[in-house]
């Protein structure tokens, strides 16, 4: 069983920056691809980005180039770094943890990701 947390979230005006953080529990935290995934307010939750333990990673188009994802091993701990905000960048961003699968592969897993986060609340003001 893995816990996921989440923290960073928060209000910000367009064109800033935010640090999101996800703190993983488990003692196995190399064997997973690490993912983000946000909801939008009224829409479906959608893939944002993903890394696997070597660092591999893969991001959905709308944030390429304003987004990084890392994680720390020795900390358990992912990361997503944005940049730009854009107010459709405003959702319920959710942390996501799969073994022993590729970033691409996190992608196309949506629902079907064994472990998840609680959330955190972005809001990017105009």
């Known amino acids: 069983q893995v816990q996921l947390v989440e923290s960073g979230g928060g209000l910000v005006q367009a064109g800033g920056s935010l640090r999101l953080s996800c703190a993983a529990s488990?003692?196995?935290?190399?064997?997973?691809?690490m993912g983000w995934f946000r909801q939008p307010p009224g829409k479906s939750r959608e893939f944002v980005a993903a890394?696997?333990?070597?660092?591999?990673?893969t991001y959905v188009d709308s944030v390429k180039g304003r987004f990084t994802i890392s994680r720390d091993n020795a900390k358990n701990t992912v990361y997503l770094q944005m940049n730009s905000l854009k107010p459709v960048d405003t959702a319920v961003y959710y942390c996501?943890?799969?073994?022993?699968?590729?970033?691409?592969?996190?992608?196309?897993?949506?629902?079907?990701?064994?472990?998840w986060g609680e959330g955190t609340l972005v809001t990017v003001s105009s």
């Open positions: 890394i696997t333990w070597t660092g591999g990673s």
């Open positions: 996501a943890a799969e073994a022993l699968i590729t970033a691409q592969a996190m992608r196309g897993l949506g629902g079907g990701i064994d472990y």
């Open positions: 488990t003692d196995t935290f190399i064997r997973y691809t």
